[in-house]
């Protein structure tokens, strides 16, 4: 159950640099590939010709070529030439709208024609000189909206991520979540805590002292159809919270893209962005390093959460109200779902 | 098939002893764990809150907290408490009646009123001074009853365990099957034969010479729902057999659990008590190992079997003499499993 | 989708030389083994008594000892013994016609009274003092007609073996495909052309320079139900190619068995015979592993194909020139199948 109609991230450029990608992404099997121009195509994973993925082939001057039998592919899924053949009869395959964009490769997955690149999720933290990014990808063995569950609530830092964010003020500190603009935000402050070790870590790698309380919060935000980012950080207490002058606090966006691979697998691309230090190589490879392991503890749950679920298909769950940033975020998806099965407007048919 | 008013061996204290376990016995997923005055609870393995195993949790003063969100759950099944939110509407969990007696933790996987402790099979030598007790866990990919099968028609030894306790004569001798008190039995005696290897090395551990001729015996017992106990043993031929001097003679017995997990697959508790130098610690380490690489041929080619017999479904098997002991095994598990779907008398209904 | 009705490569003789072998062909789970003459003996690989497979046991003077509880079968199918018991009404089981000729063990998987060896594919360069062949065998996961489209259409040699016996030559070369007395062939010529890596070697192993241009051939022949000869070769330009004086050409004979295994996998055995230098082993070493590097290439990009065509199962393919081969093949098969479909004829029925 997800959305076809939207943008999702599908790969990272690093990953169609030196041959084609064969990646699922929404139940679509799609090939990644540049092409003369350096231009990102999305096209089916899918030789017109013996059916062979096309992603098994190579990148010949910025054309596709079927490892198999030669034919090569054009951008917009037509056939170019084939060796001994005439083409032009050949059927096209399908080709997808993607974009390059934020140090992404966004593919659009639904009818072409809709497919907006204004619609693109605004990263303002990306290509910006103040901030630096470094993240990575987690195959899932589960349903994308668990882990936008997982994300809208953070009370699991405390169970699952005991050594490194969790601490039990974030169980005490009340939660508010609201839907606005197309966003659910649920947002908890936790005033004069002592900080955990991944924010000791920060606030050292950012020149300021960690053995002293903090104000810490967390603003998880969600925006369809799989997109959570995550405002957290700590200041000196007392110095503002969230809104101290930098020079008392750390702070950064933790950064989701949850993309469905299929209906109980999804693709987890995570990371961290950050605006402190942002030159700091060091400093981003080990937050990097950290988060790696924080997200494999969220892996491990989550993939026996969908087993167990999959075990006991009519059993209700409960939703309580740290649930409300995961119900909200589906009520979001679910409006764009049941959009997608209703028929074209009359108006629109009469157009 | 397997009945589920029935105490069936889940797990064994060491499996427990340091995190909770989640197992599937009879189709049921299950934690075990011990509470806060070491009692062992069982319950179903799926908090009410979102579905995680709660066997990916830990136990703290004697409550098993998710893993997840904290949730903490009591030995009946019901929430005790969960950070920030009232629990006494969130729904109980099952708990399954449970007993650890004879070293091993019993699960009762039907109705509980009916998990009566005293249905425990008795085992006279758990316990006792004079026995000593080792052995292991195997899971085996194969319905449970062709386990049983395979212990109550012992001519298998000749061909599978060649090198081990095997023997031509095994075949020779007749074997004599009964079904008495709920008891399925099958014996065989070999008188004056040369001891296999495995009866050979106990000769000598128990100080006896092993290269004259023995009386050699073996008596299965098939006690329902999964338990095959077999005494077997060696005396030196022609010194009373069974009913030998203890001067005379090495014996023992084979415990076999056959714990269904699915239709197809199991959980097998292996072991050997015997009675000869209880306390010879080194002996009891021998026992076990050369026992292990015994029953992992049974493993093999049961294994072997139940994907054969998948393979070819409506195929009917050859039910000989020597197979009597797994065909009465069979009628007295039937017996159970007609009984349990058979409603509730009206006389029980009337109390 | 496979001819019952036909003779299979099941195995070589090395694969029984010490004990049983059990192989799936045409879905057909079968026992391999030698009785005490020597000769192969093929078996449904399922004993009469308990279902164990046959295959785990062992032959004992010449007769099929079940590995659990000693069953002796004989080469009919027919129970021979079986300790303490009477097997005169055991049930038979199946036994499969069988021949051993050529170096390979061939068996028939349908009607037992059609399986007349003179119809085995007659292979001429076997047993022959002039000729040496060595081979190899792939368990491939795709239907065995992919594998036949595969070696009748080699254009592919340009794309999938680019560094062995792949050359752009291949793809300007018109192909010439025709059916006559139930073999499918499609030859292609390539004239004064560089000859690839692989013929290079070859022709140096023959004492021919490899620095000059060659006039190189192709002929695949389809013989149903599952094999393709491939007739390969180079001569020094102008020498009369295909028919010039053994002096100044190296060809050989690619041998492929495509044996079904199951509607989507096969076992591919693959060789190749050559006349010349037929004792030079270390040549027929080098040859043997060269082709099994080519061969694997193939095997990856199959197996990819028949996934892709799994999930999409309604697409049509193209049915280009260069697919003669495959089509005419497919037609020779779906011919086979269409009359195993059919009804016994009255006459027959009558007779």
Known sequence: MFPKNAWYVACTPDEIATKPLGRQVCGE???FYRDGKGAVVALDDFCPHRGAPLSLGKVCEGELVCGYHGLKMGCDGKTVSMPGQRVHAFPSIRSFPVVERYGFIWVWTGEAEKADPA???HLEWADHPDWAYAGGLYHVKC???LMIDNLMDLTHET???TSSIG???IDEAPVTTKTENGVVSTSRYMDGVMAPPFWRANLRGNGLADDVPVDRWQISRFTPPCHVMIEVGVAHAGKGGYNADPAHKVSSIVVDFCTPETETT????WGMARNFKPHDQELTKQIQAGQGKVFAEDTDILE???ANLLRNPGRRLLMLNID????QSRRLLDKLLAAEQTPAQPAAAAA
Not at 324 to 327: A, P, W
């Open 159 to 161: 169970y699952v991520h």
């Open 324 to 327: 409300s940033g995961g119900v």
């Open 143 to 145: 349903d994308y909206r």
């Open 119 to 121: 619609l693109i999720h």
């Open 304 to 306: 026996a959460q969908q």
């Open 29 to 31: 099997k799609i090939v």
């Open 266 to 269: 999804m693709w987890y691309f």
């Open 167 to 169: 601490q039990e003020e």
